[in-house]
C-alpha cells in the first residue's frame, strides 16, 4: 500500500474506527465519511455536450504533484485500515502464500549447447535465471533478480542468448514501468558487460550472430514525462557489442509516420531481418525484410513483402531465403503460409490452410512443423511434415493450456509447458522424431487436482449469441448442487484470448468452497477475427452484455448465491468492470477493476492510450464519441442508485493505463450517494500494469483483494 508523506499524514482514530464500521454486512446507520477530494471547475464541451471533469487534477504523476501524493496518502490510509480489518484476511493471504510456494520452471532455450532458463524456489519475488552445458549439465546460476533491489520490484523482463550462447542480452523492468534497460552478460564468466541500453519499450531481442543485436527503442521523454507522455517515432537500431548506445546505427523507422511501431526478428541462420511494422492494438501489420548478408554492401536496406496494413503476419521462421508465416489473410482464424524470396516473383504460398480452429502460432523444429491450436479456448496441438502434410496429434491433459514449442530447423526437439486452473504448468521436452514427450519439470503440490472440477460451460448472451464459461469449483461444492459466493472473472478485448491456466489466488477462493467463472466474452481472441469485431468500438456493449448475461446464468444455475456474485477484471476488463458496475449494479455484491481504463474521453492521452483506438474507437470523433460517452465508467457512475462493494486497485509507476484513470473514478464513486457499501482505492507503489511484481506484494494485494470479495458475498473458508 502506499505510504506518502502528505499534508495530513497518515489517517487513524476517529476515521479509521468510522471506516472498521463499514466492515458490517448489516446497513449503516451514517455514510462513510471518505477522506476529502477536492473537485475542480474543469469543462469541456464536446460535440455540443458540456462535460465536468472536476477531478481532472488527479491526472498529474504523483512524483511530481504535491496535492495528488497527499490525495493518494490519504486514501491509502483509509484502504489500508478497512482492508486490515477485514476477517477472512489472514486465512487468505497465508493459503495464497502456500499455494505460491512450490518449484516452477519457465521453458528452456537452447542456443549452441548450452539450455537456459528461469527457476523460482517458490516465494522469491523474481525468478532466476539458470544455464546448463547440455540438457543433463549441472544448473549455474547466471541471473539473480532478487539482488537487484531490496524490496524486489526491480525484475529480470525478457532475455535472448546468443546464437552459440556465449552471451546473454536481458532486459530489466524497474518498479513495474514499461520502460526496459538492456544489459548483456558474458555466459563463460557470469560478468555483466559494459553495455547498457535504455528508452527500449515494447522491443523484440535478435541477436546478428555474436557481434551485435537489433533493439527497439523511442526518443528519451522530456523531463518529468517519463511516465506519462504519449510514445512516438519507435526506431529499429543495431548495437555492436562493446560500444556506446551512442554509437547506435538506426536500421529502421518511419519519420513520416511517427505513430507506427517496430520490432524486428532474425532468422535462426541469420540470413534475414524480418521487420513488423503496426499503427495500433489492432492484428493488423507491414512487413519488410532486410538481406543480413548484404547489408556490409548495401546497408540497411529494407524491402517490403506486406503493406497496406489490412492483416495479421507473425513470423514463425526462416531458412535461407524462405520464410513462414502465420496469418489471417484470407483466413479469419489463421492458416500457415510461406515464401520464397530467391524467386524472380515472390508468392506467398498456402502450407496449412485455415481449419475450425484458431491457429495460435507454429514452429519450424527439426524437420517438422508444430502446429498450437485453440478450440473453444483450451489448446491442442499437431506435428507435420514440412510441407504440411503427414500430421500426428499431440496427447495434452484435457482442458487447459499448452504454450512454447519453440526451437529452429534442425532441432532434435521442444519444449512446451501445459497447465489448467487446477494444475500448475508443466514443462515437457518432446523427441521430433518419435513425437514422444517426457517430463523437464512437474510442480509438486500441496493438494489434489483432481478434487477440483473443471468444467466448460456455455450460455446465451442478450442477442442470442453462444458464449463459453469456464467454471472452477471444489468437487464437494459442485456434488452437493446448493449455489455459493461466485467469483467472476473477464476481458473481452484486443483480440486476446482467456484460456485455462493456474492462479494461486483463484485456487484459494475455490479451496475456501467458493466457485470460479471465466467468461469468454466477444471482443477477445477465442474464435478469430468476427469474434474480435464483434466487441470492439461501435459493438463494445456487446462485451458488457455477454458478462452481465454470464452473471445472470450463474444466478439461474444455481450456482451463485443470490447476494454472492463478485466480478473482477485488469485493464480493459477493469474498464469491463466499471461499466458493467454502472449498467447493473443490481446484480453484483462487489467489484474490482483493476489497473482500469475508465476515462473513456482522455485515454488516448497518455503514454499507450493512443494504440489503443483500434479497439475503443477515437474520442475526438463524434460518431466514437458517442459510444464511448454511452459506457465511459467516470462518465456514467448513477448517483443516488445502490451500488455493489467496490475495491479499485491501481500502481503509481503503472505507464500502461496511468493511475489517473482509477484516482478519477475513485473519487468520483466517493463523491456520489451509491449506498452504504465501501467504495475504496488500493494504490500500490513502485509497482506499474501488472508485470515483474515481486511475490510478496502479489500475495498481499490478491489476499486483500480475496478478503473484500469475500466479505461482501459472505465467503468463509470450508474445510474440506
Known sequence: MVRLAGRNGLLGGALGMALLAATSLSAQDKPIAYPETRRGEVTDTLFGEKIADPYRWLEADVRHDADVADWVSRESAFTETYLKSLPQRAWFQKRISTLTDFERFGLPQKAGKRYFYTRNS?????????????????????????????????????????????????SVQDGGSDWRVLHVLDVDTGKVMADELRWVKFSALSWIGEEGFLYSRFPAPKEGETFQSRNYNQGIYYHRLGTPQSADELVYATPDHPEYGHTAHVTQ???????????????????????????????????????????DWHLVEGAGQKLWFVTNQNAPRYRLVSIDLSQSAPAFTEVVPQRDDILERAGVIGNNLVLNYMRDASSHAEILSLDGK??????????????????????????????????????????MQSGKSEVFAEPKMDFDPDKIVVEQRFYTSKDGTRIPMFLVRRKDVAASGKPVPTLLYGYGGFDIALTPGYSATTMAWVQAGGAYAMANLRGGGEYGRAWHDAGRRANKQNVFDDFIAAGEYLKAQGIAARDGLAIQGRSNGGLLIGAVTNQRPDLFAAAVPQVGVMDMLRFDRFTAGRYWVDDYGYPNREADFKVLRAYSPYHNIHDGTAYPAILVTTADTDDRVVPGHSFKYAAALQHASLGDKPHLIRIDTRAGHGSGKPTDKLIEENADVLAFMAQWTGLTPIKP
Open 390 to 431: 503427414s500430421a500426428r496429434s499431440l496427447a495434452l491433459s484435457g482442458i487447459g493450456t499448452a504454450s512454447g514449442f519453440h526451437g529452429k530447423p534442425g532441432d532434435p526437439e521442444t519444449f512446451y509447458a501445459f497447465s489448467s486452473f487446477n494444475r500448475p504448468a508443466s514443462i515437457f521436452r518432446l523427441d
Open 269 to 311: 541462420d541469420g540470413r534475414l531481418a524480418v521487420i513488423a511494422s503496426t499503427i495500433g492494438t489492432d492484428a493488423r501489420n507491414d512487413i519488410h525484410v532486410i538481406d543480413l548478408v548484404a547489408r556490409k554492401a548495401k546497408g540497411w536496406q529494407a524491402a517490403p513483402i506486406v503493406t497496406g496494413f489490412t492483416d
Open 122 to 170: 517458490g516465494l522469491q519475488n523474481q525468478s532466476q535465471l539458470f544455464v546448463r552445458d547440455g540438457l543433463t549439465g549441472t544448473p549455474r546460476l547466471l541471473l539473480d533478480p532478487n539482488a537487484w533491489a531490496k524490496d524486489g520490484a526491480t525484475a529480470l523482463d525478457s532475455w535472448e542468448p546468443s546464437d552459440k550462447g556465449r552471451y546473454l542480452l536481458y
